[in-house]
Structure formats: structure tokens, C-alpha cells
């Protein structure tokens, strides 16, 4: 009895300290940690509800969409639902001059008009169990971080072995906080996965890179799938004879919209945050490394889009790569700002004063956690340049796509053995990753990319940490010339040169590759970045994530009075807030809500990000938004405060009933440091209202095959 009551005053304790909206908590958790919160704040539903392995829960109806968005069921024949955004390499790798679906839309009117996309699949999480004892039970603190993270592999391995499941299942083992606690996944994954529709890109990503990150919007950034398995609704490699799935669960869909400091949660795969840092990494990343970044993408895109705007084909092309390079380049500096105007560095000082001040306390806990701070702040000094090379080498490396071909062909030929008729067979497997590239590649403007970007790459670093080749190559020539040498020479530089060397033995493919003067400097540069660069980055860090996790044990210990959520690691996770606006600047207040009134006062005829189709003019202006619209309005997106990161695309925002209310695919610009450091007052993320949604599958595009499949409630 007593541990009883014991257990209540933690739990309710617990639930007055823990920050309203923030936090991406576990969906088994919700019950012990959450659930009082989130029905005062609004929730009608139970915990159990979201999450029960017995039978089936909201938690049936989410997917991860390709391990870096969410979708979600919403109909009994496998529908899915995501951003636009998420679904769009499926639709530029659809889309010709002929047929542009990015340009036009894509509508399947039935079953036979969906199309098919290799490599795309989605897994749905079956249960989620806590193993960190069977992880960590014979682990002690005598271990280097090699023989502990051995061991734990090791543990890992057995587990996955001993552990009961279906054959058409799969597990992983995650850690969290920080490799505090590991948490074991049974997942089934589909991987027929075609696609169903898709909006003109002026409506799924209307105001592109302007609007990005903005508040407020007005995208309609959805896109639809449907998940095909086989005839006993198993998961199934691609085949015709296989059938819609049908679901555990599908989401009922309401169209009652949303009212200021209504309940909303968001249920989906965020894929990584940063909140328990110390003052010194938070410093480290504002003014090294997010800048270095901003730098190197920041000339990627200026060239790119210098091509980009001057040639159709080379915009279906390079779509999507510029889309997802600019939408980090854009974030990291909406970060700093953030970072910079919410004082996060001073506040994690005030908190790490806070925590020193705990340690005092007690001796024991300052005797094992007194010096780690200290620590944490020596070691990110001794990282800090390192930590510049290592992100001007990832930026730069891959957005040349010859180093892409050079990094596929040198992983092969490493791969090759002593017999020439499976080597040859090896060949042939690799012929479709330099059929990707070529598709995406355009040489004079892949030849621009790699004359800017590493003339950033000599010139912004130490001489000795740049390579040697390169540099002696420099003495003689210009950069221009060197480029000009290689992109006419190179054997690399066309797809059916390299698809003719791969069909001939493997001796002479070897001293081809290596004798290529592209080969030579790609391999002379990685050289250069392992030995002066790359090991010492992994012995460094080996220490960091060593001190950090001890950090993450000592906050956890010192304030037992406070409920901590792990950071996000792309698994399953939930995260809740009202609806709400907010004050972006003194004296300025955001509504939470758009309209399409707000469409067309964005909407600039011919322009590359705010043209509109005529079509949705001219129903805007008949004002016939069906059952969609209010008081002659139509809604198109609005905000609340659910703590999400990327990975949250495409994830369903609910209301208080766990109706589908929404699809989140966004967060405001002011907040966009929300993963280092949430502030509630500010950090808002940005759903697409879903009777914008039905609007344009149902008025827009004539779709009401799909409207037919859903389940529309009145609550
Ligand atoms: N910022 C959103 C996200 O992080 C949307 C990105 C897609 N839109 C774009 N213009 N790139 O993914
Ligand atoms: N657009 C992001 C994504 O692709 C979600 C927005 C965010 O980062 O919060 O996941």
C-alpha cells in the first residue's frame, strides 16, 4: 500500500513538472507518463487507445515511409497518406518532359493506374519492449567504449536470436538516452508500395523555398500511396497478383477543423534531436558547424539553380536533390538565429549551474559526476576544427555526383573476389546505382559543382589538412583546368563507359578504375580525410558519446523530480499540443489559422514557386469548395505546439477523438531550433488542414474513387 501511494505522488509530482507540449514520448509509455496531462489539455481517448499490442490502436495506422517519413492507413484497402514532399522522388522518378507529374499531378482513377516504386516500402511497429537489462547485464565500468560496445552487440545479436516472432517479421534493438535504455521493435515491413496520387507541385509545394519553413502557409503538401500485400496480407516483395492490405486500423477522418487551444497530437518517426547537449556543444554547432554548412550548400544551390531555371529537363532532374539540400540549408540558419535569439547558450548554463548546484548536494553524485561537465567542454574544444573538415568533406563530397560514381565503383572493386564469373555477376548489380546517378546528372553542371566546391575546400582549410594531390595539381593548373581534364577524360564520367568496362573482366576493371584521373584525386581526397581527419574524429567522439551518456545518467539521477523523454531516433513517438499562434517579433501576433484567400494573395502568374494551376483559381473563385469549406471559406493549414523534428513528414496530426485532422509537414521559422532547445513559446509545427486535402483530391482532381475508400465522422 504504501508503495502504492508512493507510486501516485511520483507519477503525479511527475506530471505537474514536465513542460507542457514539449517532448516526443514513447507510445507504451504514454499510460504511466502522459496520459493525465494530455486528457487535461484536452484528449478524449485513453493511452491505450494509441498504443495496445492486443488489439488494434491508433499506433496500427502509422508507418514509417521509407525510414525517413511517416504515412498513415486511411482506408481499408491500404491507402496511405503523406507529404508531398515524402512522395516525391516517387513521382520525379514517374515524371518525363512527356509525362510531368511533378509539373501536372498524378491521380490513379483505379487500382490498375497506380504505379509501382522499387526500393520504396513502409513498416508498421507491432510492439515495443524495454531490454535494456538483458543489454547492458554485463557491462562494467572498467570497459573501454570498444569492449562495451561489443559486448552490447554482442547482447543485441543474442537477443534478436532468442526472441519470438513471426518469419515475415522483423526486429531491431534501439538505445535511448544516450545508451542509458534500450528498447527492442518487432516491425513488419511492406515493400509493394505504389503510388496513388499527387498534387501539381504548385499545390504540394506552393511557395518552394520562400514559403519553407514559414508561417504562415499555404502548401498543400500531401501525396498518397497505397501498401499492396500478398494473398494473406503479408508483406511481399513487389508482384501483380498481390492485393491491397488491409489494416489493423484505419484513421476516421473529421472535418469538424480546429479551434484555437484545441487538443491536436502528432503520432509518427522523428528522426533525431539534440536536447540534452551541453553549453559547449550547443556553442560548437551555432558557430562552426551549421555555419560551414550554410557555406558549402549555400554555393551548391546558387549554381544548381542557375541551371535549373534555364531548362526544364535539367528542373525534373535535379528536383529533388535541390529541394532536400535546400531544406537543411534553410533550417541550420533558421537554428542559429533561434539559437542566437533564444539565448540557448546562456539558458543551458543557467540549467548546467542548476545541475552543479544538485551534485553539491550529495556527495556521491559529485564524486561520479562532478567532473563531466568540465569534461564535455575540453573535449569539444579538442574537436572543434576537426569537426569543420569532417562537415566540409561530407557537404562537399557528395554534391559532386563523380565522387558518387568514384565512392559506388570503389566500394565494388573492394568487393571483388578471385572468381571472374561472380565477380561479373557482382558487375551487373551494380549497373543500376550508376543508372540512378546518371538520370540526376548533368556534366557542365556537375563540372561547375566541382570547381567551386573544392575551391572551397583548398581554400577554407589548413593547408595540411587539404589533399596533397590536389594540391599539386593546383601548382601546374587552374581548377578549371583540372576539371576540364577530367570531366572530358574520365572513363567515369558516362554511364555506358562504365557499364562496358563492368562487362569485362575484373583485372582489367580494377587497373582501368585505378589509373582514372577522377578515381585518383576522389581516392586521394578520402585518404587525406581518414588519416588527418576521420580517426581522430572517431577516437574523440568514442569519448564524447561516453561523456554524454554519463551526463544523460547524471541528469536523469539528479532530477528525479522532472519526466525526461528521450531525444528523437527515428522511432515511434507521440507528441502533443494545443492549437495555438504566436508572437514571432515584439508587437506581432500569428494567427493559427489559413485560408485560401491566402493562396491567392501569394499567387504570382508564370512565377517558379507561386504559380497556381487554373483549375484551383478558378474554383476558388466559384467558391466551390464542396463540403470542405466554411462560411465560404476554404481552410487551408494551421499550427499548434506538437514538438516534431524531420521524420514527423507526413505524420497525422489528431484531435482529442484520434480523428484525423491534419498532416503535419512543417515547422515555423522562429523554432526551428526547437531540436537543440524547445521553447514553447515559439516552436509551432505546421499541418496542412485535411479538408484542404479531400478539397483537392475530391473538387481538384476528380478523385472520388479515394474519397469513397475513407472513413468520414461527424465528431
Ligand atoms: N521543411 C519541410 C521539411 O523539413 C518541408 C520540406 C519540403 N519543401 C521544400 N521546399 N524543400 O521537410
Ligand atoms: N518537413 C520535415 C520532414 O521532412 C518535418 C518538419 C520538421 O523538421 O519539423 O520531416
Known amino acids: 500500500m504504501k508503495k502504492y501511494l508512493f507510486q501516485i505522488f511520483v507519477l503525479l509530482f511527475c506530471s505537474l513538472k514536465s513542460i507542457a507540449d514539449e517532448g516526443m514520448w514513447l507510445p507504451q509509455l504514454l499510460q504511466t507518463l502522459n496520459e ?21 490502436s491508433l499506433k496500427d495506422a502509422i508507418v514509417s515511409l521509407g525510414g525517413f517519413c511517416t504515412a498513415e492507413v486511411i482506408s481499408n484497402q491500404g491507402l496511405i497518406l503523406t507529404n508531398h514532399h515524402c512522395g516525391f522522388d516517387a513521382v520525379q522518378n514517374h515524371s518525363s518532359l512527356e509525362h510531368n507529374y511533378i509539373r501536372d ?18 513498416s508498421f511497429i507491432i510492439s515495443i519492449d524495454e531490454v535494456t537489462n538483458a543489454i547492458i547485464k554485463d557491462i562494467n565500468n572498467n570497459m573501454t567504449e570498444k569492449e562495451r560496445q561489443s559486448v552490447i552487440d554482442k547482447n543485441i545479436a543474442q537477443i534478436k536470436k532468442d526472441y519470438k516472432k513471426e518469419t515475415y517479421q522483423d526486429i531491431f534493438i534501439r538505445p535511448f538516452f544516450e545508451g542509458n535504455k534500450y528498447f527492442l521493435f518487432v516491425t513488419e515491413t511492406y515493400k509493394d508500395v505504389r503510388l496513388v496520387g499527387a498534387p501539381p507541385a504548385s499545390i504540394g509545394n506552393f511557395g518552394k523555398d520562400t514559403d519553407n519553413w514559414m508561417w504562415p502557409r499555404h502548401t498543400g503538401d500531401f501525396s498518397m500511396f497505397r501498401i499492396y500485400a500478398d494473398k494473406n496480407n503479408h508483406p511481399a516483395e513487389f508482384s501483380p497478383e498481390n492485393i491491397p492490405y488491409t489494416p489493423k486500423k484505419s484513421l476516421a477522418i473529421s472535418l469538424k477543423g480546429m479551434k484555437e487551444g484545441d487538443f491536436t497530437m502528432v503520432f509518427g518517426f522523428p528522426g533525431r534531436t539534440n536536447e540534452y547537449l551541453s553549453a559547449a556543444a550547443i556553442k560548437q554547432i551555432m558557430m562552426v558547424n551549421d555555419p560551414a554548412k550554410i557555406k558549402i550548400r549555400h554555393e551548391a544551390l546558387d549554381i544548381m539553380k542557375s541551371f535549373m531555371t534555364k531548362d526544364e529537363g535539367i528542373k ?42 544538485r551534485l553539491a548536494s550529495n556527495p556521491e553524485w559529485q564524486s561520479q559526476y562532478g567532473k563531466i561537465l568540465e569534461e564535455l567542454s575540453s573535449t569539444y574544444k579538442e574537436i572543434e576544427s576537426l569537426t569543420f573538415a569532417r562537415d566540409y568533406y561530407n557537404e562537399i563530397m557528395p554534391k559532386i555526383e563523380l565522387f558518387n560514381v568514384a565512392a559506388a565503383l570503389t566500394s565494388h572493386i573492394s568487393n571483388l573476389g578471385k572468381d571472374d564469373a561472380a565477380n561479373l555477376d557482382k558487375n551487373k548489380k551494380i549497373n543500376g546505382k550508376i543508372d540512378d546517378i546518371f ?43 583540372i576539371a576540364n581534364d577530367i570531366y572530358t577524360a ?121 504559380d497556381l494551376p487554373k483549375k484551383l483559381i478558378d474554383l476558388y473563385t466559384a467558391k466551390d469548395f464542396g463540403r470542405y469549406g466554411v462560411d465560404g471559406r476554404q481552410p487551408v493549414c494551421f499550427i499548434a505546439a506538437n514538438h516534431t523534428t524531420g521524420g514527423n513528414s507526413g505524420s497525422p496530426a489528431l484531435d482529442a477523438y484520434g480523428n484525423l485532422v491534419g498532416l503535419n509537414f512543417d515547422r515555423v521559422w522562429e523554432g526551428t531550433m526547437s531540436d537543440i532547445n524547445y521553447d514553447p513559446s515559439i516552436c509551432r509545427n505546421i499541418m496542412v488542414d485535411i479538408r484542404y ?19 468520414i465522422v461527424k465528431k
Open 490 to 610: 574520365s572513363v567515369m564520367t558516362k554511364a555506358d563507359n562504365i557499364k562496358s568496362i563492368l562487362a569485362g573482366d575484373s583485372k582489367s576493371l580494377v587497373d582501368i578504375i585505378k589509373n582514372d584521373n577522377l578515381f585518383r584525386l576522389y581516392t586521394d581526397i578520402n585518404e587525406t580525410y581518414t588519416n588527418k581527419i576521420g580517426n581522430k574524429i572517431s577516437s574523440i567522439q568514442l569519448n564524447i558519446n561516453k561523456l554524454q551518456r554519463q551526463y544523460m545518467e547524471a541528469q536523469l539521477t539528479v532530477f528525479n523530480d522532472k519526466v525526461f523523454y528521450p531525444d528523437a531516433n527515428s522511432t515511434l513517438r507521440v507528441t502533443y499540443g494545443n492549437v495555438k499562434g504566436y508572437q514571432p517579433r515584439d508587437g506581432m501576433n500569428y494567427d493559427y489559422y489559413t485560408y485560401m484567400d491566402g493562396v491567392m494573395e501569394k499567387y504570382k502568374p508564370g512565377d517558379y514557386e507561386f
Open 693 to 711: 486535402v479531400l478539397f483537392i483530391i475530391d473538387k481538384f482532381a476528380g478523385a472520388s474513387n479515394l474519397i469513397e475508400e475513407m472513413k
Open 439 to 481: 538520370n540526376e546528372y548533368n556534366a557542365v553542371l556537375d563540372q561547375q559543382l566541382f570547381e567551386k566546391l573544392l575551391t572551397l575546400y583548398v581554400n577554407d582549410q589548413p593547408k595540411e589538412n587539404t589533399s596533397p594531390l590536389l594540391q599539386e595539381l593546383l601548382t601546374i593548373k587552374t581548377i578549371h583546368e
Open 36 to 56: 493525465k496531462q494530455m486528457k487535461k489539455m484536452g484528449m478524449k481517448i485513453n493511452a491505450s487507445d494509441i498504443y495496445n499490442i492486443n488489439k488494434g
Open 316 to 357: 525534373i532532374q535535379y528536383a529533388a536533390k535541390y529541394a532536400s539540400i535546400e531544406n537543411a540549408y534553410k533550417k541550420w540558419q533558421g537554428e542559429v538565429l533561434g539559437l542566437t535569439k533564444s539565448n540557448a547558450i546562456q539558458k543551458k548554463l543557467d540549467y548546467q549551474a542548476q545541475f552543479t548546484s
Open 105 to 122: 499531378g498524378f491521380w490513379a482513377y483505379n487500382k490498375n493506374q497506380e504505379l509501382q516504386n522499387q526500393g520504396l516500402f513502409v
